[in-house]
């Protein structure tokens, strides 16, 4: 199965997502929200609060389940301050269950990411791909 036909299956199993905002808008309140909305700064800024959201929930679960100690909690806190370390963090956790949260220390935890040019004509797919 391919990536985006998993996504597109997902995206229909949650229905119709809430109306925002809950009143009519008008043409000029259209216009304002597409250029802010529409704007490559508001995507960036999105996505970052997303990874905000992943590690702070997966964080606080290891921590409450015991699976990462208060160091190993104060060790991740650099990789945290960098967009690029959120990013890289945030998708490791998204791909591992807080069992192994110990593993986020080791090896200097995970890689930043790169961006892949994928061969054209091959299938979508995502890879963690080490910088050297």
Known sequence: MH?????????RAFGEAPTFPDHPLDGRDIEVLGRVFGDDGFQGYLQDQVNRQIIRDYLTNAVLLGFLCEEGLAALMGQVASSEGRAALSLHMLMSSVEGAGELLSNAGPQLLQPLAPVP????HMKLVPIS
Do not use: F, M, N, T
């Open 121 to 124: 004509g091959s299938p979508p």
């Open 3 to 11: 990536l985006d036909k998993i996504v597109e299956r997902i995206d």
